[in-house]
């Protein structure tokens, strides 16, 4: 038992790690490649050699960015085989179209247009350059919503139904998967954060050539485009954002228990603007889940329900039900996936001992409890709650970085556009860096969707513990410490390669 | 055709000569995608019911087996 535990654990660690380093690489090529399309069209209309020499350069930035990131995503895919081979049977086509498109979109985009981008300025005509600069940038987006549907799937499955005879979930309805809402939002919220990152990016390189006095002109006008395209990008991350939450209310309300700290659910309840959570408090208990905390009244009822009044189950409504609220208690889901675990055992055995009637009764039994079978592997009620202290200080870093590049987007915009950009040395600084923070706050984005639906693998069918293969814990964690080695070399060349290039210049690239 | 392929041909390669970052960034690539594909798939990366069965059947059976036995 205790293999199995350090197992799962290790191959959690395993693909976070691979899943957290690849995150650093993806939100700057998908928002890059948009800044750089608007330069280039700003080149085209005018004519101005000068947008083309900075959209040059930028373009070069995006290409270290991809070269470096290239494949580092395929660990995963070798992860879903080796270390979540019952994961992959038990999802079977669901997953495997999405990213079956993704990987075909990706080789053509890259070998074509791609290629045009970079080598075609003086071989093809200034149109068809520029409809390749936005071809990439579509095509890059479109890459992370297949992606991001397989992921939406698992956090809110849809669109299919489990074959018994197979053990696999077959697709129903294509489009139920594509347009699972929580697949929807997820992306649009990933992609314009990644905008905004980019656009952080942009400006805090800016920044640094303003503060050496160096490429003024080059660097204000980056600093138009990135801050006017990320500010955009702000505020609709911020509408994108509230309609995941949402959807995390109506679908995964442990995650949203999780992400405020909220063990007693109550109407009109508030949001934790600023908090420190009790380490002693655990489920159930009379504790104070915070040792201090400044809230906004009614603001998680409206986030979550769009209803000041709302009331929003807490942690222990959800492990021990609520009966005015009608809020089943886990135990009983636990007691509901243990029967269908056993129709699933009693329809396997009828059907090999070749008695109809046993199976027909057996499935049926089965397709009456399935939407809990994966309650029918926790070992008790609490297995079923996420780590509150990891998704709560997560979710709230994410808020409160989010809340600053707003700010700091509409500072550098404003004081670019009244040529004081300059003289505000302090928000250069600030801009600067805010470059790794942007980093910070899209890791914690992650953090907060994946931590925070645990112990689930896909919501409320099928845990970790059991989507894990059986495999040496021992080779896990050397795989684990050698990906970090390879990851950490990556991102060490990334950072040379780019500063390097940076510190060249504009004319150098 | 042959005149489109030797254009497109041409396209890469005159593209790849000409590149000066580049370069560094295609030996960091081909590094990578060795060290990706060859060493650690071939040795850490066997997709496990690919080599311990032969059929989807199995596969089938062996999951279905793991679903219905959970562990105590």
Redesign the interface.
Known sequence: MEHIDMLVDWSRAQFALTALYHWLFVPLTLGLTFIVAIMETIYVKTGDEWWKKTTKFWMTVLAINFAIGLATGIIMEFEFGTNWSNYSWIVGDIFGAPLAIEGLMAFFMESTFFAVMFFGWDKVSKKMHLLSTWLVAIGSNLSALWILVANGWMQHPMGMRFNPDTARNEMQNFWDVLFNPNAVNKFLHTVSSSYVLASLFVIGVSAWYLLKRREVKFAKRSIIVAASFGLLASLYSISTGDQSAYQVAQTQPMKLAAMEGLYKGENRAGIVAFGILNPKKKPGDDHDPFLMKVEIPGALSFLGYHDLQAFVPGVDDLLYGNEKHQIAAIQKKIDEGKIAVAALKAYKEAKKSGNKQRAKAALERFRAHEKYLGYGYLKKPEDAVPNIALTFYSFHTMVGLGTWFLILLILTLYYTMINEIEKKRWVLYAALWSIPLAYVAHEMGWIVAEVGRQPWAIQDLLPVGMAASNLASTSVMITFWLFAILFTGLLIAEVKIMTTQIKNGPEEH | MTGLFKRIWL??F???R?M???K???L??AI??F???VV??WL???????THFNS?TQ??EY?????????E
């Open positions: 396209f890469y005159e593209g790849f000409s000066k970052i580049g560094k960034l295609w960091l690539i990578k995608l060290l990706l594909l650690i798939k850490f990366f066997p997709n496990i019911l690919e989807d596969r089938s999951i279905l087996e793991y679903l219905t036995q959970p562990k």
